[in-house]
């Protein structure tokens, strides 16, 4: 009998890129053929239990285009750079239907009620609430929280029980830290970093790092890498 389970290419590491492929194999029913990386050596193994090689750098996604049954995933969330990542993924041509969303069935996305962009990761215990609108490649990491009628753009990374209020603009490329909170009604600029714990009162600059309970602008990440 021919092989027609869909492979999966991710482009990353430990972390998000484990966590998508945890996800894609056991509820999506994925194959994961591996990891393109920059920084570790071809053939290399990523993971600390289950463990998958390294297939080659970022460039060697082309070797993977070409087949029709391999999707891939981008795990880059860019925390440090946001804009680089950007211009990484653009720069790599690849089709919007080559990105699977993957969402996590213990997370709660009510059907028909919320937008969920291609290429995003939802992790178990994530929840949005009505009218939310996610671009594509946002990661909801665990526990994270957004709230009715908000919107957040393409590379924007939650971690582990962040909270966006109801009515938010959270851009594009930004961090929300570990418990880090936003109230109803403000906007996050584009690649801001909000820190672990942090209280967001007002709206936010782009490019701005915030810390702090009620949130300080503490320097600009002009560059997008802070």
């Known amino acids: 009998m021919a092989d027609t389970k869909r492979k999966l290419v991710i482009f990353g590491g430990n972390g998000a890129g484990m966590i998508a492929a945890s996800i894609a194999e056991r509820f999506y029913d994925y194959e994961i053929l591996g990891f393109l990386n920059d920084k570790l050596d071809k053939g290399a193994l990523v993971g600390n239990h289950k463990q998958f090689p390294v ?34 993924l653009r720069s790599l041509e690849i089709p919007e239907d080559r990105f699977p969303t993957f969402i996590h069935p213990l997370a709660e996305v009510p059907d028909g009620y919320c937008k969920v962009g291609y290429g995003s990761l939802v992790c178990a215990h994530a929840v949005l609430s009505a009218d939310v609108t996610l671009a594509p490649h946002v990661c909801l990491m665990a526990g994270s929280f957004v709230g009715h009628d908000t919107s957040v753009g393409s590379f924007t990374h939650f971690a582990t ?32 970093m909000i820190g672990a714990g942090s209280v967001i ?6 490019y701005s790092v915030m810390v702090g309970n009620p949130a300080r602008m503490i320097r600009k990440n002009s560059a997008g890498n802070a």
Request: charged share 15%; glycine share 12%.
């Open 201 to 206: 009162l007002k709206s936010v600059d782009p």
């Open 55 to 88: 297939l080659g750098g970022i460039a060697d996604y082309a070797d993977f285009l070409s087949l029709p049954d391999v999707d891939f995933f981008f795990a880059i969330f860019g925390m440090s750079n946001p804009a680089g990542t950007w211009q990484l």
């Open 161 to 192: 029980n962040a909270v966006a209020g109801a009515s938010n603009e959270i851009g594009s490329g930004v961090h929300m830290g570990s418990n880090s909170t936003t109230r109803e009604f403000v906007h996050i600029g584009d690649c801001s």
